[in-house]
Nanobody
Framework: QVQLVESGGGLVQAGGSLRLSCAAS????????VAWFRQAPAKEREFVAAINWTGGATYYANSVKGRFTISRDNALHTVYLQMNSLKPEETAVYFC???????????????????WGQGTQVTVSA
C-alpha cells in the first residue's frame, strides 16, 4: 500500500522552528521527486519546496527561501522540511507529495504529483 505520512507539525511561536518529516512506504521513494505544499483555511494549496530524487537539486518558493531547507534520506525513505523563522501567516496544513522521476519547471504544480500524504498542521502564534 502506497503511503506518505507527514509528522512534526505543531504549535510554535513566531520566529520559532519546526522540522517536518515525510515517511514513504509501499513504493521506491528514491525514484521520486518530493515536494512540500501547504494549505491555509479558505486558500488554495501552495508550493513550498521540492527536492529531486537524488537530492542533488532543490527548489523553493520565494517566500521561504533562506528560511526553509528541504532534504532527504533515501535510505530511510524520508524527506524533511526544516522551517526556521516561522511567521503567523505560514499557519497551514503542510502536505508532502511525490512525483515519479519528474523534476522541472512544473515541480511547483499540484497536478504533477502522484502521491500525497494526509498533512500535518503547523500553527504559528503571533
Amino acid at each position: 500500500q502506497v503511503q506518505l505520512v507527514e509528522s512534526g507539525g505543531g504549535l510554535v511561536q513566531a520566529g520559532g522552528s519546526l522540522r517536518l518529516s515525510c515517511a514513504a512506504s509501499g513504493f521506491t521513494l528514491s525514484m521520486y521527486t518530493v515536494a512540500w505544499f501547504r494549505q491555509a483555511p479558505a486558500k488554495e494549496r501552495e508550493f513550498v519546496a521540492a527536492i529531486n530524487w537524488t537530492g542533488g537539486a532543490t527548489y523553493y518558493a520565494n517566500s521561504v527561501k533562506g528560511r526553509f531547507t528541504i532534504s532527504r534520506d533515501n535510505a530511510l525513505h524520508t524527506v524533511y522540511l526544516q522551517m526556521n523563522s516561522l511567521k503567523p501567516e505560514e499557519t497551514a496544513v503542510y502536505f508532502c507529495a511525490a512525483a515519479y522521476l519528474y523534476y522541472g519547471s512544473g515541480s511547483d504544480q499540484v497536478a504533477n504529483y502522484h502521491y500525497w500524504g494526509q498533512g500535518t498542521q503547523v500553527t504559528v502564534s503571533a
